[in-house]
Nanobody
């Protein structure tokens, strides 16, 4: 059974850092992505990592502040979030893609989703 379990969310102040984890089980995935959804907004792409970790992609809004990485031995993908802003407040979801191909940010590319972890950044 495939499972994606996010952890590491919480309440922090603007400028602080958090590290989210996404632990996967059940099979190996080529691409893991992070998405977020703020209240009343569409779920949006944040970052993704492909293969052994050499290929990554980021939304413009998080470039230079967030870093995605993976530990294949632990079947875990991390999202290091630095210099957090109130607008980063959202539920963060990890998603797993089975197929190999181009594209990073479209939700339909991903086959499995976690339940999400809340990140709240106060000003």
């Amino acid at each position: 059974q495939v499972q994606l379990v996010e952890s590491g969310g919480g309440l922090v102040q603007a400028g602080d850092s958090l590290r989210l984890s996404c632990a996967t089980s059940g099979r190996t995935f080529n691409t893991i992505g992070w998405f977020r959804q703020a209240p009343g907004k569409e779920r949006e792409f944040v970052a993704a990592i492909r293969g052994s970790g050499g290929n990554t992609a980021y939304a413009d809004s998080v470039k230079g502040r967030f870093t995605i990485s993976r530990d294949n031995a632990k079947n875990t993908v991390y999202l290091q979030m630095n210099s957090l802003k109130p607008e980063d407040t959202a539920v963060y979801f990890c998603a797993a893609r089975l197929s190999v191909g181009s594209g990073w940010s479209a939700k339909y590319l991903y086959d499995y989703w976690g339940q999400g972890t809340q990140v709240t950044v106060s000003s």
